[in-house]
């Protein structure tokens, strides 16, 4: 293997890795949305807050949350936000001064914030390193082939992961729930009481619907990715016959 082919066969790599990363990352920015908030408490079905929020209590105080995920600072800002007594269930020595979020759950909110940015950071690194690759594959016949094989990798590596996941989700969602948060969070830092108004504006539900959101976000963007990049390869072949 000579020097070209060896930089063929990593960028063809790198772009099997980053592929996957961009359709998570872009998946999820969807999921971490307004709209994606406004769909799931307005769809049929949806569990109402048992605590008493409305519909447009959520939609006002779930997008607050979702707002701090991508600000930077910290969380006194959101520290100040109260909700009327009336939809309070904290203690009644604090319901008087009825805080949106406490402390534990704020602290939680800020160590979302961190695997958010890691997760975006990677994303950007990652969509460099396809532009980059893009870009030199331009007016090179053999990078070209390398870019069309490292994006059909990454698209059935996506779809091959996407299916896996599903099938441990559907299989055993408690499980997998539990040890993706023990993978990410600190024990003891993300368990809250069902009265607490992260667990009301976020039950578990809106994870289930998320997490396979996701998933079929992730599927489209590999399927359209394999049926470009399989008439990219029917026309350089017309090309170069």
């Not at 908030?37 to 997008?63: K, M, N």
């Not at 520290?79 to 020595?93: F, L, S, Y």
């Not at 948060?181 to 009265?195: C, D, K, Q, V």
Request: proline content about 4%.
């Amino acid at each position: 293997m000579n020097n070209t082919d060896r930089i063929g066969y990593a960028l063809r790599w790198l772009i099997t890795l980053a592929l996957p990363c961009l359709l998570v990352a872009a998946s999820v920015r969807f999921m971490l949305s307004h709209e994606f908030l406004r769909l799931e408490y307005q769809r049929p079905g949806f569990p109402a807050d048992p605590y008493g929020f409305s519909i447009q209590d959520r939609i006002e105080y779930g997008a607050l949350a979702i707002d701090f995920l991508f600000q930077s600072g910290d969380s006194s800002a959101l520290a100040t936000q109260r909700i009327p007594r009336q939809v309070c269930w904290q203690p009644a020595a604090a319901a008087a001064d009825c805080r949106l979020f406490n402390s534990n759950e704020l602290r939680h909110l800020e160590d979302v914030r961190q695997i958010i940015t890691i997760i975006f950071a990677l994303a950007v690194i990652c969509g460099i390193v396809v532009a980059a690759v893009a870009f030199a594959a331009w007016s090179r016949p053999g990078l070209q082939l390398e870019l069309q094989r490292g994006l059909r990798a990454g698209a059935r590596f996506t779809l091959t992961a996407i299916v896996t996941l599903a099938v441990v989700a559907v299989a055993a969602w408690d499980s997998a729930f539990d040890r993706f948060h023990e993978l990410f969070f600190a024990a003891g830092t993300w368990r809250f009481p069902y009265s607490d108004s992260l667990i009301r504006l976020y039950p578990e539900q809106l994870f289930v619907d998320a997490a396979f959101a996701i998933g079929g976000l992730c599927a489209f963007g590999a399927a359209v990715t394999l049926m470009l990049t399989s008439r990219w390869q029917r026309r350089n072949q017309r090309l170069y016959k």
